[in-house]
C-alpha cells in the first residue's frame, strides 16, 4: 500500500500563503532538504537608472552580442554552464583520487612472482579470490604465472578529463609483463583467461590490504570475456565516492593487429566443442566479437593518446563530451551492453573535429548541438565511418566491417570496430533520441534544456508498450532452433547476445509498419565479490524490449500479405506459419492475409502482443509464459464489460453519434422564434474523456415510484438508489440562438425567454421526434436512445449584460463578476474545450484513454474536486502537444504514467504550463505569457495554466487546487508513479496495480461511511463489491426513445456533499471518489479551530465559551458529528471520528 | 463545549458578552448533542426596512441547514404568534432588490447555516425567547412535525423538480407581460423629458438639472476611454521619430538597457534555480 504522510495540519488551511513554494515536497523526496529554498523568490529585476544607462565598455558589448546571436537565449547558456558544474569533479576529489591511484600502483608494482603452472592449474590461488571467468570448455592448452606488472597507467576518461558525476569510475591500465603470455595466446580463449587469472592474482594481493576497501569483479560492457576488478575506497560519504577500475592489458603491440581481422577464426570449433567434427576441411567460422574484444584491449593506451591530441586542440572538447555523457545517460544509453559509452562519445567528437566538420574553437553548446546532428543524419548501420587517417594495407576495409558487424565505428588505427557489440536497434534508438531532440531544440516553445539534458527517459515512460524476456535460459534452446553455433562459438557461450540481434530483426519483421522504433534495454554490467564464481549467464536479469507504436497502424486487425502467386508468398508464409491463410478480398484480390483477434479497442491495442508471441514461439522456440507483456497492465481499472472488455472507446463513439444525430435534429428544428446558430456538446463523453461514458440503458418501470401528476418516474425510498450509468451523465449541451433585437437588454427577462425557449423546444422535439424531455427555467432534459441530455439555450450577449450596471450618475460601467464569468465558462469556454479536445483525440486515438485513466486516478485519490475533470483534460492534452523530449503517448499506459510525471515534476512555482491547443501559440506568445506570469506569480493560481484563448487567467484552475491541496496532489503522485513503474517493471513485485488507486485513509480527521445500497455508481469502485443492486435496470438494448423520462441527475452522494460543503464549508474539507466510493474523508480546516471573538459573522456551527467579559468561539464538533448523519439521513452508515486533535 | 454554560446553572437564560442570550436547540429528543442559537432584538441604527419592526423582531445567529423557515416559524410559536420569519445566508439590511420572480426561477440557495429574523405579533415575545433557559432545548422533529432530511428530503426535491410545462410557461407569461409595461412606462417617461428638452414655441429651451446633461459626456465607460485613446493616438501621429540624433542616439541607448535588464534577469532566474538545486541532472 501507498502509505504517503498527510499535510500537515497547521498548513492546510492557510489559503492565501503562497510563500511555499510547492517544489518543496519533491525536494525533500530527494533528501536534501539541507537547503531551505522557500525563502529564495523571483522578484522582477530592478535596475537603478545609472546602472541601464551608463557607457558600456566594449567586453561587455562583446559579451551582450554574443549571448544574443550564438544562443536564442542567453539563459541556456548559462544553464548549460551551470549543468557543468554541477557534473564536473571537484578539485577536492581529484586529490582524493590522485592519491589513491598513487597508493594502488605502488602497491601493484610489488606483486609476488609466482612458479608456473598450467592455466587449467588454480592451485595456487587461495580461496579468497576467484577467477572472474567462465570456464567453459574447461582446458585450454598454456603456462601461466603472476608477475608484477610491467606498467600501470591511467586511461580513460579521468586523465583524459571528460569524467563526470555521479559513478565516477577512474579506470587503470595494468599492463601484464611479456613474459607471462605468448603470441599464439590468442587462439581459443588462452589469452582471457591468462587475463583472467591474472586479475585474479592481483585481487589476492590486493585482498591483504583492507585499507584498500571491498573489491568485485564486474566485466568491461558486459563483456564476459573481458573482466575487470573494482577497487571501492572506503569513504565516509557516498559523495566524494569513486570506483577505481583494473584492466589487465597485453603490452602495447605485443599481438599483430591483422591476426584480429573480422574474418579471421581464432577459436577452432573442434576445441569449442569437444568433438572431432567431420567436417575438418579446415574453413572455420569467423569470430569477429572474440576478435575485437582482445584487440580492445590492445589499444586504450593509443586510444587516450589520440584523444588528448584531439581535445589539446579543442578547449571545449571536455564541456562538450561531458554534455554528450549527461545526453546519453538520460537516455539509459551509457552503460550496459553494446552501449554509446563516453569513450564512444570521446571519439564521436574526435571524429568530427579531425573531419573538420566542427572546428576547434567551437563551445560544448555547438559541440552538442553538431554531434547530435550527425547522429541524426548519419545511419551508421550502413553507412560506418573510421576516425583512422590511413590505415595501414592490412586493416580490414568498412566492407568487411559491415559484414561481421550490425553497427560501424572504426578506431583510429584501423583495426577496431568500437561498435561491434552495438545491436542496429540501440544506434536506431540513438539516431531516433538525436532527431527528436534536434526537432524540438530550436522550437522556442519547449524549454531547451530541461527536455534536453534534465529529464530522464526510463524506458517504461519512453516506449509506448514494453515486454521483458524473463528466464533468459530458455534462450539457449532459442540458440539451437535458429542454429546459431558459430555465432554461440564468437560470443563465447554468451547466449543471450548471441540470439538477440536475431530476434530483434525477427520481431522488426513481425511487427512491420505497426511500430516506429524497437528498442531494447543494455544488460546491466554484472557486479560480484571477488569471493564467488561468476554469476552464470541465466541470473542476468531480464531483457525488456520497448515499441514505439505508429497510432494508426498499430491497431489493425489484418496483415495483408502477398498475392498468392506472387513469389514473396512463400516468404510471408514462413514467417506467420499456420497463421497465414488465403483470403479473398472486397477488391477481388486474393491474397495471403493473418487475421488477428480483437474486437474492441482496448483488444486491438495488445494485438503486438499477439504478434510477438506468435513470432518468438514459431521462430525462437520462446514459450508464451518467457514473456511478460506490459503494453495495458494499468488500463484494467477503466476496463468494464464481460463479454467483450472495453476501456470506454465504444461507448462513447455511441455517444458521440447520439450526440450528433440529436444536433442534426435541433438544427431541423422549424418553428423556433429565433434561429440556431450553434450546437455545441459541453461534457466530457463528448470529447472521448468521460472516465465511464454512459451506456444506454433500458429500463424496469416497475422499480420507480411515480410522480401523481406527471406520472414521471422518481426514485423510490425503500428500494436502493437507481442508475447505474446515468446519473453522473447528463450530456450537456449547449444551443446558442441567434442574436435579435428581440432579445430583452434585462438579466431577468432574459432569463425567462430561455425558458420560453427550452418549452418550445422541448415541445418540438416530442412532436417530431417523440422523445420525452422535462423543461426547466435553466435547461431542457431530453431523453433519447437511452441517454439523457441536458439542453441550455444560450445567447451571446447574456454575460455583457449580466455585467453591465448603472452607476446613481446614470453612467453605464462593466464590471466583471462571478455570475457573468460562471455563464462564459459554461456556454462559452466549455463547449470550446470540448471541441477542441474532441480534435485532438482525432489525431491521437488514445488520448481520451489517457484521459480516463488520469481521471479515474485523481478520483480514487479523491482529488477529483481539486483537480477538476477540464484541467485533468488540459495537462493530458499538453503532454500530446507538448511530448518533448519523448513523442506523443501511444499507449493510455504510458500516457498516464507521463501524466503522474508531469505532475509530480513541473515547477508551478516557477513555470505556466502552457497548453498550445491547436498551434495558436507562436514562441513571441510564449515569452509573453510568462513574462506576465512572472510579472504577478503572487496573485495567479498556484496551478497556472495557459491555453491560446486564456493567457494570463488560467481560468480552469482559478478555484481549485489550493496550495496545499498542489502540494499533496505531487507528493501522492510522485509516489503512485514508483510504485507503478516498479511494479511494471519488475515481474517479482505484486501484480496489482490498483494499489495506487486505494487512498490512505488515515490521515483524515473523520470517515463518513456510507450505505452502499445509495451509492449509485457502485459498480465502478476501484473494488467492486461482491454483492450487486437491482438499480432498476434490465440489460438489453434501448434504441425505443419513447416512453417516460427516467431518474436523471438524482445522486445522493453528490447531493449529499454540496449540502456538507454548503454548511461546513469554512470548517472542513470534504473529499470523495465520484465513482463508486462509499467513503467521505473529512479534514477539519485548522484555522477554523482557533478559537475566535465571537462576531455575527461567524457564528455557524460555534458554540461559545466566556472567560470574564469576552466571548470566544469554536466549532461544535459533537453537534457537527450529529449534523453529518442527520443531513444523510438514509445514506450515512457511521461517522467515524478518528482523530482527537480538534476536541480542545 | 458546556463548561462555560454550565456556570449559570440550571434552568437559567445564558448571556453571553455582547447581549446575545444562548439557546440550545436538539434536532430530535433522542439527540446527544445540541447547537446553540443566537438570539437578540433586531437593532439597527436606521429604520430601512419596513418589514422588520425594530421592538417585535427577534434576530438569531446559527440557525441549522434543517430547519426551514416552516419549521423555524412553529419551535419559535411557543413564546408567542409569530407574523414572519426571514431567513439569509448572512446578516443583511436590506431585504431582495429587483423585481419579483417567482420561485422556480430563483437561483438555487445555499444550504448552510442560516440568519433569521422573526417578526412575531407581540413585542412581548421577543423577551420571552431572550429569557428562554439555556438547559431546556428547543426540539426540531417531533411526532407531530417530521422534518425530512436526507434520502427523504432527496427524493422531495427531485419530485418537485417537475415543473407542469403549462406552470412554467405562465410564469414566463407573467413576467414578460410585466416587463413589457415597466419596458413601457420607462420609455414614456423618456419621451416625456425628450419632449421638455423641445424648442418650446416661443424658442426657448427649458434648462433642467439631473441627468440630462448625458449628452454632453458619453455616458458608458468604453466610450470614455475611446475618446481619450482617440485624442492620445491623434499626439503620437504628430511626433516625429528618430528624427534628430539625440533621439538615434536615446534608442540605441534603450537596446543596450534593454539587453543589459534581460541579461540580469536570466542571471537572477538562474540564481533561483541553483537555489532550488535544478541544475543536477539526475
Redesign the interface.
Known sequence: LVHIPMFTPSASSDEEDHNE?P?EAK?SKKG?AA?D?SN????P?K?SRS???RP?TAEE?NQ?KE??SLFH???LK??ME??L???ALSERRKKLIDSFVQRVTKLLEAVPETAEVEISDLSWLSGSAKVPFLLLPQVTKGKFHMAPPSSVDPIGSYPLGTCIK?HVVVDLAVTIPANVLHPKDVVNQRYPRKRALYLAGLAQYLASFSDLGPMRYSCLHGNRLRPVLLLIPPGKDSRSSFTVRLHACPPPGFFKPSRFHPLRNNIRTEWYTGLQTSNSEGIEPPTPHYNSSILGDLLPKAHLQFLSAVSSQCPAFADGVALLK?WL??RELHQGAGCFNGFLASMLLAYLLITHRISNTMTAYQLLRNSLNFLASTDLTVNGVSVAKDPDSSAPSLAEFHSAFQVVFVDPSGHLNMCADMTACTYKQLQHEASVSMQFWDDPTVDGFYSL??T?KPMIRTSDHVFQLCELVKLQSSCKKLNLLSELMDHSGDYIHTTLPLILSLLQQGLGQRIQLLTHSLCPDPEWSVSNEPPKYKTQPPISFGLLLRPELATSVLERGPPADSPKAAEFRQLWGSRSELRRFQDGAITEAVLWEGESMCQKRLIPKQIITHVLKLHADIPESCLRYVGATVDDVIKKGSEVPSTGEEESLVVVQAFDDLSRKLWALEDLPLSITSVQGAHPALRYTQVFPPVPLKLDFSYFDR?K??K?L????DKP?PGIRWSDSVLAVICHMEGSGKW?H?R??I???R??FH?RM??LLKKHHNYSY????THLDVWKDGLAFRIQVAYHREPQVLRESLTA??????RDNEEAQALEMATIHKPLLTSTLHGLQQQNPCFGAVCRLAKRWLAAQLFSDDITEDTADLLVASLFLQPAPFTPPGSPQVGFLRFLCLLSTF?WR?NPLVVNLNNQLTGTDYTEIKNAFMASRESLPVMFIATPKDTKQSMWTKRAPSIQMLQRVMVVAAESLKVLELQLMDGTQIQDVRVVLRPPLDAYDALIHMNTN?VPLLCHAVDPPGVNFKRGVITGNAKASSGVLP?ID?N?VS??L??LR????DLALFFCDPFGGTVIAVLWKPKAFIKAP?K??Q?????????G???KTFP?V??I???FR???????KSVEAKTEKWSF | ?A??KR?HGSGQTCV???G?S?LSLK?SSD??????L?VKEHRVRAQSHSGRPMDRTLFV??V???CPENVVKELFSQFGSVQSVELKD??SSSPDS??R?SK??RPAE????K?GYIVFQNASSVSAVKSHAFDVPLVVQTKERPVK????K??Q???E?????EK??K??DD??MD?DKR?EKAEEQQRKEAEEQQEEEEGWVKVTRG?KG?KARP????ANKKTLQKEMKKKKRKELMNFYTWQHKNTQ?EH??E????????????????????????
Open positions: 513554494a517544489t525536494r536534501d537547503v529554498d529564495v523568490l523571483y522578484h529585476v535596475l546602472d541601464l544607462y558600456p558589448l551582450l549571448a544574443e537565449c542567453n539563459l548559462m544553464q551551470e549543468l558544474k554541477e557534473v555521479p549527461v545517460r538520460q539534458l534534465m530522464p410522480e401528476k406527471s414521471s422518481v426514485p423510490s425510498k438508489c430583452p434585462d431577468f427577462a432569463r425567462h425567454i425558458a420560453a418549452i422541448g415541445e422535462k423543461p426547466c427555467p450618475e446614470g453612467m453605464l460601467v462593466v515547477d516557477n445509495q431518474v438524482y445522493p447531493l449529499y454540496t449540502e454548503d454548511a461546513f464549508g465571537f455575527t459573522s457564528a455557524s456551527a460555534r458554540s461559545v465559551e466566556v472567560t467579559d469576552e466571548a461544535n459533537s453537534a458529528l450529529e449534523d442527520i443531513l444523510g439521513k438514509g445514506l450515512v | 463545549m463548561s462555560s456556570k453571553i458578552p455582547g446575545f444562548v434536532f439527540s446527544a448533542a445540541s447547537h446553540s443566537y445567529l446559527n441549522p441547514p434543517y448572512h446578516p429587483g423585481p420572480l422556480i426561477f445555499k444550504q448552510g447555516f440568519v432530511t436526507g434520502v427523504q432527496w427524493i426535491q427531485y419530485t423538480s417537475f415543473i407542469p410545462k412554467l410557461q410564469d414566463v413576467f414578460m416587463y419596458k441627468h448625458t455616458h458608458s465607460e468604453v541607448k543596450i538597457a539587453l543589459r535588464k534581460k541579461f540580469e534577469e536570466d542571471k537572477q532566474r538562474i540564481a533561483l534555480l541553483r537555489a532550488q538545486r535544478k541544475f543536477r541532472p539526475y
